[in-house]
Nanobody, 113 residues
Framework: VQLVESGGGLVQRGGSLRLSCAAS????????MNWYRQAPGKERELVAT????????NYADSVKGRFTISRDNAKNTVYLQMDSLKPEDTAVYYC???????WGQGTQVIVSS
């Protein structure tokens, strides 16, 4: 099983980024997927979840209305579109398959003020 995140980087306040997580080694379309993040000195927190079909999504209150989780089961990829970014969104973002507790290596997002 592999989860490989990409798309992180440095962006100014109010900017946008789209993170991708490419999955392999399992039947991607059968599993719900999550995005987590961990800021320096803080615990890892759940950002967004998506069901296996993409029909159900949930968000942390801190990102609701600004972030959008989606998936393309034909490409075995889950996305996190992040808009209206704030400095407090600065963190390492991780892709996660909850049922088997698989983590990606993370991708760094830095939002400058």
């Amino acid at each position: 099983v592999q989860l490989v995140e990409s798309g992180g980087g440095l962006v100014q306040r109010g900017g946008s980024l789209r993170l991708s997580c490419a999955a392999s080694g399992f039947t991607f379309s059968s599993y719900a997927m999550n995005w987590y993040r961990q800021a320096p000195g803080k615990e890892r927190e759940l950002v967004a979840t998506i069901s296996n079909t993409g029909g159900t999504t949930n968000y942390a209150d801190s990102v609701k209305g600004r972030f959008t989780i989606s998936r393309d089961n034909a490409k075995n990829t889950v996305y996190l579109q992040m808009d209206s970014l704030k400095p407090e969104d600065t963190a390492v973002y991780y892709c996660y398959r909850p049922i088997r507790k698989n983590w990606g290596q993370g991708t760094q997002v830095i939002v400058s003020s």
